[in-house]
């Protein structure tokens, strides 16, 4: 089972720089994408509804901002828009589909440079996402969760980490919270195969030229619950994949 999860920064800027063609080509099983920035209504047939995926769409109450989707061969069996939460459901973050053998949340965590109040959103989000990740381990499901994190966790995954430790992505309370979900159990997969690996990175500035000097941040994670860690054959950053300012993550598992 083949799991991707991709940023796009527009699902309509993405279709005309070849998104579909990509997705055809790469076939992945379940797709996830982030900051899709378009209400269902507003996509034509083709991407709405590809041939071969089934396909669930969650909407910012504002247009042209935030936004999640799903694309999937299997039907899941259950498949929850939002986590419940007015305050951030009504931003088009998040996506919960259960496949019996594994759930799967999809996120898009807010920027918290604008302001400090945008970033207590943002911690207040992330402690929400995770107690729901929680509470589905403790009914007994094996729970990846994936994603732009919009969150470098460690020195090792971005380019110029002491000059950014001021600013919101690479904060120590944002960090703080990567340690807490890497020490209730969960597994960052690229990490877990490639602990020593730097130049690894999913998101790069559009400023400065700074995609083809591999001046990047690695904000975008598959995470996985430790019982899914014997089913995991891989996990890999498509760096050559463009179409947006990230790239697409996968992770593979033997289910």
């Not at 699902?11 to 070849?18: E, L, P, S, V, Y």
Request: hydrophobic share 35%; proline share 4%; aromatic share 12%.
């Amino acid at each position: 089972m083949k799991l991707y999860s991709w940023n796009v920064n527009g699902i309509r800027a993405a279709q005309k720089k070849g998104f579909l063609d990509w997705l055809h080509a790469e076939q992945p099983d379940v797709l996830t994408v982030q900051e899709t920035k378009a209400w269902p209504d507003q996509l034509d047939n083709e991407l709405r509804q590809p041939k071969g995926y089934h396909t669930w769409w969650v909407k910012a109450e504002r247009k042209g901002y935030s936004g999640v989707g799903l694309f999937s061969k299997t039907e899941p069996q259950e498949v929850k828009l939002g986590l419940g939460i007015e305050k951030f459901d009504s931003e088009g973050r998040t996506i919960i589909a259960d496949y019996g053998d594994l759930t799967l949340m999809s996120t898009y965590l807010p920027n918290g440079k604008g302001s400090e109040e945008r970033l207590r959103f943002k911690m207040e989000y992330k402690e929400a996402f995770l107690d729901y990740a929680n509470r589905l381990r403790a009914a007994g499901k094996s729970v990846a969760f994936c994603g732009d994190i919009n969150t470098a966790h460690n020195e090792i995954d971005l380019t110029h980490p002491k000059p950014n430790s001021k600013y919101s992505g690479f904060l120590r309370e944002e960090r703080d919270w990567m340690d807490k979900v890497v020490e209730q159990g969960y597994i960052d997969s690229y990490r877990h195969l490639n602990p020593e690996r730097e130049g690894a990175y999913s998101w790069w500035s559009m400023r400065s030229g700074a995609r083809a000097k591999n001046v990047g941040w690695r904000i975008d994670y598959f995470f996985i619950s430790p019982d899914l860690l014997e089913k995991m054959a891989d996990a890999e950053i498509h760096a050559d994949v463009m179409g947006s300012d990230h790239c697409p993550i996968s992770l593979t598992l033997d289910v």
